[in-house]
């Protein structure tokens, strides 16, 4: 498509340029849009159709619709945010800097202002930060007939029109109907009669990872969001579900990897800002490594008088960090899903030491098999058999106490109110590490003598 | 609820009972059921109305299912599978075992046997695996009256009446049409001149991760899918679409930690189950830490010189690894996003490169500082400055190739179609372990002269 707009820009040919973005998708319009110059986007901007320039802008980049604001003249930014929905313009709020919010603020009329102004006060991760104020509310004592008529007038600039909400004079939810059991429904039955009184609802300050897992427990096109006493205030709708689910994977899986989360893609994050989210981790991690280090200093006799034993410190890390992090990952991730919950712990529990001895046991035996044949046979590196036979014990110590700390300490941090993801792999490692070394060098020192 | 429903059955009262669950979502009566004693099951199930029952059936899981189903008569069989959504039964006749899946058939009739034979042939991870065969099709001749009359019609055991597929006489897809705009459209608007002919569609054997993403792009909520004649055949909706990126999410997750993904649950899968997924990586992960315990037995002299340069193997092995997976981490999850593509990689080189710069730098000055002060004034371990100086230059090097290690792997990895997702923390840790022992063994034999 790319190709075709810069051809038609050139040649001026604009009303063919409209023909073809008009059958464009939204999407594919933004994301091509911000790939052509900056005097080339109004201009591309100008001729699409004004319910499509308004969806193509929602789904531009924020670097995107600064240019395109500034650009524009205050008739012009009215009119495309009287197109917008709600909630999509409250997102780009957030992401301008104060004069551009100033000019948007200006370009709204006071009753939108104010509703803006109330879904911007809603703490960062509530459902209230997230929720439009663009529904279709029905009266109880309407007729299926009245219902379908008052979409049908009603319905073309709300969100959705799918689900549908019943509520008294004062705002009361008093029930869901969707357009589905409107239409299958005779005409003149009573909405109050046919609709779901069971009503799953979200409060505006739950939080909205929680909310997105329950529309998706329940398969929710729109969840409704209440107020304290009750009120309809908002409604979430799938598709920002949708991204409040693969956001929070992207940032517990950042997390897991010892990456503060960040909010922007890769590619679009400065080269400062990626070292700002990585390094305190990094740092943190560097310098709790000094009880390690401190561990070994403390058997030097014993490695100096067998370098033997130091050839297989790195194995003995790697397999507890390895054995651990399976454990934590696992964990963290049916927490994140809520398929585990604090009460299983003492399953967890009884579960991982069954599978950490079968890891630890297999593991040995392999070592042992893999000592006496590739090292000793292969590199004739002469790894005594007592020696072979600390490190298999170790390894044996080693995976149980991984596998214990692993799956318990996200437990415990989200016991103590922690976030659990930050409990994975290399916060574990630095755990499993020391415990690693200090078993190896009090087994080796227990089994042979000369050290 | 579970315990109101344990007095209902004690007394018997299962018009209070009935009365009781009728108001309940499908999903909390599941899990409720799920809870009570085997031989309660199909007594709450048969108290429930048909409909409900055949949802709460679905979402109940395997093991319920297969204890109800053998509970049921054969009339009770046929009832309860007319019901259900036909991408439903395919799910359960997938997790069944093979008699229980001869009775299933046997009860259905001979044009849904067809259809979920066709399904259930469909490979794994495509498409046509999730799709369903039920919605609704409409004519481009149709008026939007007789399109509305023709939803009210058909639609009532559609998976979902809101976007309508409009299809020529022989089901090649013309165009699609939501329910919303046939409601704010006039009576007698011609469906052909309103549809939407910029269609965008799967195709049967396309990867469900990738259906599942266009969705969220797009916000879609249901997409259809064509054959290799653009025939419709099937539909994708917005529910099994969350399912698959939820699910994606955490396999990815689990590929990271070095398991091999499950598709059950934590609690639900057995311990020679979680041992066979977890025990491959660890096996692999631990005989190819082979080689860094070779590299530390050709430095044998040189440790045995200075157990000083012992202590901070463990400091450098874990940063490496720190670092190398904050950076694949990154682009794995970039690429599962696809906001990353293969021509970026030299962008991505470009900016590792220069954050590698900035992390080794500032972790190297931060290490000088603590060896200096902690590791010499407090813990008086008397490390020299040549022995600081040593380490520091191999972290900044160690960060470096870390950092690109971990950024071009995953990469390279997508390119000769391997799955990114495996070459994460572990796999990257074994490689930048050799590397930082080579890199460190070589600064200090350089540097300190009497090694």
Known sequence: MNEKILELLKSKDYSALKALLAGENPQDIASAITKLDEEQIPIVFRVLPKELAAEAFVEMDPDGQELLIKSFSDVQLKQLFDELYLDDTVDIIEEMPANVVKRILRSTDLETRCQINELLHYPEDSAGSIMTTEYVTL??????????????????????????????????????????????????????????????????????????????????????????????????TFD?????????????????????????????????????????????????ATFTGQIITNFESALAGSVALTA??????????????????????????????????????????????????????????????????????????PIAAVVCITLVVVVFCAKLVGST???????????????????????????????????????????
């Open 139 to 236: 009266r109880p004592a309407m007729t299926v007939e009245e219902a379908i008529l008052r979409i049908r007038r009603t319905g073309i600039d709300k969100e959705t029109v799918y689900t549908c909400y019943v509520t008294s004079s004062d705002s009361i939810l008093l029930g869901v109907i969707t357009v589905k059991d409107l239409l299958v429904a005779n005409d003149d039955a009573i909405v109050g009669d046919i609709m779901d009184t069971h009503v799953i609802y979200a409060e505006t300050n739950q939080d909205k990872e929680n909310v997105a897992r329950e529309m998706a427990k329940y398969d929710f096109l729109a969840i409704p969001v209440v107020d304290n006493e009750k009120r309809l205030v908002g409604i979430v």
């Open 312 to 385: 297989f410190i790195p194995m003995l890390m790697d397999t507890g960090g390895n054995s651990g992090s399976q454990a934590s990952v696992t964990i963290i991730r049916g927490l994140a899903l809520q398929e585990i919950n604090m009460k299983d712990i003492l399953n967890i529990l009884w579960k991982e030491l069954r599978v950490s001895l079968l890891c630890g046991v297999s593991l040995a035996c392999a070592n042992f098999a893999k000592i006496m044949l590739v090292d000793n046979l292969v590199f004739h590196n002469s790894v005594s058999v």
């Open 240 to 288: 920002d579900a949708i991204d409040v689910i693969e956001d929070e994977a992207t940032e517990d899986i950042e997390k897991m990897a010892a990456i503060l989360p960040s909010d922007k893609p890769y590619l679009k994050t400065g080269v400062l800002d990626t070292w700002k989210k990585r390094i305190p981790w990094l740092l943190l991690l560097m310098i709790s």
């Open 409 to 451: 300490l996200p437990i415990l941090a989200k016991r103590i109110g922690f976030d659990p993801a930050v409990m994975a792999s290399p916060f574990i490692t630095t755990i499993v590490d020391a415990i690693s070394l200090l078993v190896y060098f009090n087994i080796a020192k227990l089994m042979i003598t000369n050290l």
